[in-house]
């Protein structure tokens, strides 16, 4: 065991190729930290330096589609669809938020070059929470992604709710990194290792059999909590209502999907299904049974919270919540799969599914940032009441949105929801089919308060004065890209479909059938 | 005019879509307001022009699909854009494009602010309508199905009427979620047709209704029971059927009256029009054994709705609750499963969108001069405006079903399918269709009397109120705009062949399905009922 652990350290699988996108954002984040420093009275060069930084990681980690799943770097870095596929909704997230956060350059004095600097590492971080194949990568990513993402929400300085946002934010998710590593530390135990692969590989014939359930219940805790399932989503509201609405997109939207990548491939990749009363068999059964609960729970306590909001961005943050559970459905789905082909297909579904929230959430975000002015401060519903055809492009778009994330069909977000029922609904079991109907039932639950917002847009009218905000050319690409993001996604989805179902050597497979 | 003829469909689907883009980028560069009415009016006169060539089409084979289209949609999750017309639906198709520019010219002074929108809404509603009628891939039907909500929903809400916020949101809520419940079910069809055509699933309706044809896709138990309901229950809300019906005196009171023209005339037609496609077809075991719920529901709300509609004092209120009643009678039409009975379902359907559309019109009519529906504010007001008066009693006795008027072809026709019908059987000497087609029966003297006491409040007597001694006559806008229907009304009284005929072979084809194609899959279906229950 210590020879090979030497050999490894010895003789590290070197493979700098693998890694290149995250190194190239991580750099970008370090020349934009040095170009703040010497010019910190600049608005908008770090933007571009930004964007660049990120179109290039998005080109390198683009071109590695179809290169089939492999590992390197002794095992600690996937290459897989799984990776590709979530790393590419990560850089699109940072680059949509990177252009919502141009409302700042006009009208407020936040720094925003540290801003860019600390979302470029929050993106590193994310994604090698995405690639990482090995729990200390997934760790060190997470953290990564985390303490950037406590000093963004608390960017406003003098805000107090900005403080509070970030402060809640700090304490519970190190509580939470606490039971995730503690649940790592667990199954290292069991298992002997912190390798993903060889734990499923090993799981079936575990060392310490009683300390797998343990391990995967702390698991369950900590990643349930970054994702925001209920009953660990509390934090959810009050951390999303503090933050400036650019960061709280980029919660909703990035370190979501981040999770979500880590969350699928320890469970569904490191925990797979094993038949018989073994230790595995019940781990298995066990993760199946809690997650699907949860995501029956984070649905409905999501949504019914979210109607009684009378704030937009809490609304919003309650809504979040409620697709985290939607998002959940097609991983419960991946994780009862029988075959490789039909979980590989419900991972993509719900990295799609993932890509579809944050097309339509960022959009919306970008417009509640622009209407909410210095410090946010219209996030109401009223200030929302008549503006329909006042700005009509702001109120069509926001209108837009919410029809999206109600999952209507001809949005995004329809062929998502269609996507993550369709795993849950193939497995055919009593319990999954529950959970979906469950899940379409909040669906028209949902529709009451996404419709709030349309109400009071349109059907209200306005009885203090509108002034329309003006709009920043980065904010007004952010709805260029969602709104043709949401319509394209919702009309002419096939081609991303099957890139993100069989990304690798499609060819291959068409031959074999 | 072959590119027209072969893509006929899709053209009737986009042309008005595109009108709804046009409309906004008009409104952009030239900001003419006026001008909007008149573009929409021509965009939807052309669309009913261009419906016209409809009567062209042939069928390769007996209540075979006319202008079909299959083009692949979405390949990863084989969703194909598959249209086709056929009896059932080739008659709703041109309701719906001979309706529009009518409710297009009832908006020529009512709405003042918003034309753009409002005027965009209305397309994108016919693009919406005409694509759930013609689709054939459950997923794309299912699409127009919803997308059918938002233009209707902002219909209401922007232009409606007191409690425009309520009904828009209530309209809203119900029908999405019986949809969302079908959505459930649409994609667990796809994985059982996966599981007998090698792992491969389809949304599309026809290859689905083949393989139950021939025998492959066995759908039975408790698993088909959950599959029908999940499209019954979207279908009964769109009708509205007994009890679900609560958001339709609602969304009818507080629609503009071009919303409410479409709403009665169009789509309710969904629900009943779904129901007779999809769920007769696909579960004709299931929709016999739970054919006596939808009827007892159907004869509930028959004279539930006419009883409810003679106590309502608002005149559109009370034409909302009829509408309940009218659509009851189709119901059990559809359920009689007999050809007599569902042949005069099918026509039904049309003569409600004809009468009840026009007394919608009407009164939009009176309320744009009054700016009140309520009935104790007229009365003899039949001295002030009496060519008004005798279209309105033309109308009302087309809604009740007087012969030579088409009311009376449609409930005709179903009260002899249903007595004649078989369905609910007999127990000793107690014939229970017997007594469904008496109890209906009485729907119509019910009719009757709540429509003509109303028309006896408003038009008759003693012109009491002193502010309706000014009222005007109809314009000649206003008659062009009726006279369209009044001719229909008495046409398809006289001489309902023509109408009958296209559809006869659609519907003996799902009649036969629903009752003598089923025997064999119960049969099959005990050979192995435990794998397909759980599938």
Do not use: C
């Amino acid at each position: 065991m210590n020879t090979i652990l030497l050999q490894a350290i010895s003789n590290p699988d070197v493979n700098l190729q693998a890694i290149l996108p995250e190194t190239i954002v991580a750099v970008t984040g370090i020349i934009v930290m040095l170009y703040d420093v010497f010019a910190p009275k600049q608005k908008n060069v770090t933007t571009v330096i930004s964007l660049i930084g990120l179109a290039i990681a998005a080109y390198f980690m683009y071109s590695m589609w179809g290169g089939g799943p492999t590992t390197s770097w002794n095992g600690m870095i996937a290459n897989d669809p799984l990776r590709i596929s979530f790393s590419l909704v990560l850089l699109f997230v940072a680059a949509v938020t990177i252009l919502t956060s141009t409302v700042w350059s006009e009208r407020e004095t936040v720094p925003v070059g540290e801003y860019h600097a600390l979302l470029l590492f929050a993106t590193f971080g994310s994604m090698f929470m995405a690639s990482g194949n090995d729990f200390v990568i997934i760790f060190l990513g997470l953290e990564t992604l985390s303490i950037a993402t406590y000093v963004m929400a608390g960017l406003r300085k003098s805000d107090l709710k900005s403080n509070e946002s970030a402060m809640k934010y700090f304490i519970l998710g190190s509580f939470a990194s606490a039971f995730l590593l503690y649940g790592m530390a667990l199954i290292y135990g069991a298992t002997g290792t912190t390798n993903v692969a060889l734990i499923a590989e090993r799981i079936a014939s575990p060392t310490f059999p009683g300390l797998l359930l343990m391990g995967g219940a702390m698991l369950v805790i900590g990643f349930g909590f970054k994702v925001a399932t209920v009953p660990f989503h509390v934090w959810t509201p009050d951390v999303y209502e503090g933050a400036p609405s650019p960061v709280t997109g980029f919660m909703a939207a990035g370190p979501k999907a981040a999770a979500f990548a880590s969350f699928i491939r320890v469970f569904v990749i490191g925990f797979p299904l094993i038949g018989g009363a073994t230790a595995a068999g019940y781990l298995h059964e066990s993760w199946v049974t809690a997650l699907a609960v949860m995501a029956m729970l984070t649905m409905t306590v999501g949504n019914i919270s979210a109607i009684v909001q009378n704030n937009v961005k809490r609304m919003l943050a309650y809504s979040s919540i409620s697709h985290a559970g939607y998002a959940m459905v097609g991983f419960v789905g991946a994780g009862v799969a029988k075959t490789p082909e039909v979980r590989d297909a419900a991972i993509a579904a719900v990295a799609f599914y993932l890509l579809t929230y944050a097309v339509t959430n960022l959009g919306a975000f970008s417009i509640i940032s622009l209407v909410g002015q210095k410090n946010d401060r219209r996030t109401e519903f009223e200030d929302y009441n008549g503006i329909g055809f006042k700005s009509p492009v702001i109120a069509f778009s926001l209108s837009l949105f919410m029809l999206s994330l109600l999952g209507l069909p001809m949005t995004a977000g329809f062929i998502g929801k269609v996507l993550v029922f369709r795993p849950a609904l193939e497995a055919g079991s009593v319990m999954l089919t529950t959970m979906v109907v469950v899940a379409v039932v909040n669906t028209a639950i949902s529709a009451y308060y996404y419709l709030r917002l349309i109400v009071v847009m349109f059907f209200r009218e306005r009885t203090t004065d509108w002034s329309e905000p003006k709009m920043p050319v980065g904010v007004a690409a952010v709805l260029l890209i969602t709104i043709i993001g949401v319509f394209y996604f919702g009309l002419f989805s096939g081609s991303w479909i099957e890139k993100f179902v069989t990304p690798s050597a499609p060819t291959a497979v068409q031959a074999a059938k | 005019m072959d590119f027209i003829t072969e893509n006929l469909l899709t053209i009737l689907i986009l042309l008005p879509a595109f009108g709804a883009i046009a409309l906004v980028g008009h409104q952009m560069f030239w900001k003419q307001e006026g001008q909007l009415k008149w573009i929409t009016f021509g965009l939807t006169l052309v669309n009913f022009l261009i419906s016209l060539l409809l009567f062209t089409g042939e069928t390769t084979s007996p209540g075979g699909f006319m202008f079909e289209k299959n083009i692949p949609w979405i390949k990863a999750i084989n969703t194909n854009y598959h249209i086709g017309v056929d009896g059932l639906s080739f008659w709703l198709v041109i309701l719906t494009t001979f309706i529009m520019p009518i409710s297009v010219v009832s908006t020529w002074h009512a709405v003042e602010k918003r034309q753009t929108a409002f005027y965009a809404f209305l397309l994108l509603l016919e693009s919406a309508m005409i694509g759930v009628f013609v689709s054939l891939d459950l997923l794309v039907f299912y699409l127009f199905f919803e997308a059918s909500l938002v233009p209707m929903f902002f219909l209401i809400g922007v232009w409606g009427g007191e409690n425009r916020i309520y009904s828009a949101v209530k309209f809203f809520i119900f029908t999405a979620f019986g949809s969302l419940l079908m959505l459930v079910a649409i994609i667990a069809l796809y994985y059982m047709y996966a599981g007998v055509n090698g792992g491969v699933g389809s949304f599309d309706f026809v290859a689905i209704l083949n393989a139950m044809k021939s025998g492959n896709l066995l759908i039975a138990g408790q698993g088909a029971s959950l599959l029908f309901w999940a499209f019954a229950i979207a279908f009964s809300i769109k009708v509205p059927l007994f009890p679900v019906h609560t958001w339709l005196p609602d969304a009818h009171t507080d629609a503009p009256t071009a919303g409410s023209v479409i709403l009665a005339a169009v789509l309710l037609k969904m629900g009943t029009y779904g129901l007779m496609r999809f769920n007769f077809a696909l579960f004709p075991d299931q929709s016999r054994e739970f054919a006596y719920i939808f009827i007892v529901l159907a004869i509930v709300g028959i004279i539930y709705g006419a009883l409810v509609a003679m106590v309502q004092p608002d005149v559109k209120r009370l034409v909302a609750y009829s509408s309940v009643a009218h659509m009851g009678f189709v119901i059990l039409g559809m359920f009689s499963f007999t050809e007599t009975g569902m042949q005069g379902a099918l026509y039904q359907m049309l003569n409600h969108g004809v009468s009840t559309g026009a007394l919608f019109l009407l009164v939009g009519f009176i309320y744009e001069r009054r700016h009140t529906r309520q009935i104790t504010d007229f009365g003899g007001i039949a001295n002030v405006m009496p060519l008004y008066a005798t279209i309105f009693v033309i109308t009302t006795m087309s809604s009740i079903g007087l012969p030579l008027l088409n009311g009376f072809v449609g409930e005709f026709l179903i009260m002899v399918g249903m007595w004649k019908s078989t369905v609910l059987g007999i127990t000793g000497s107690t014939n229970w269709n017997y007594i469904a087609t008496m109890l209906a029966g009485t729907g119509v003297i019910f009719a009757a009397v709540y429509m003509l006491w109303m028309v006896q409040r408003v038009f008759f007597g003693k012109l009491t109120n002193p502010k309706n001694k000014t009222l005007k006559d109809l314009s000649w806008r206003e008659i062009g705009l009726i006279l369209p229907l009044m001719i229909l009304m008495v046409y398809m009284g006289v001489h309902p062949a023509p109408f009958l005929k296209r559809s006869r072979e659609s519907v003996v084809a799902i009649q036969e399905r629903v009752v003598h194609q089923t025997g064999g899959t119960y049969e099959r279906a005990e050979k192995k009922p435990a794998e397909l229950e759980h599938r």
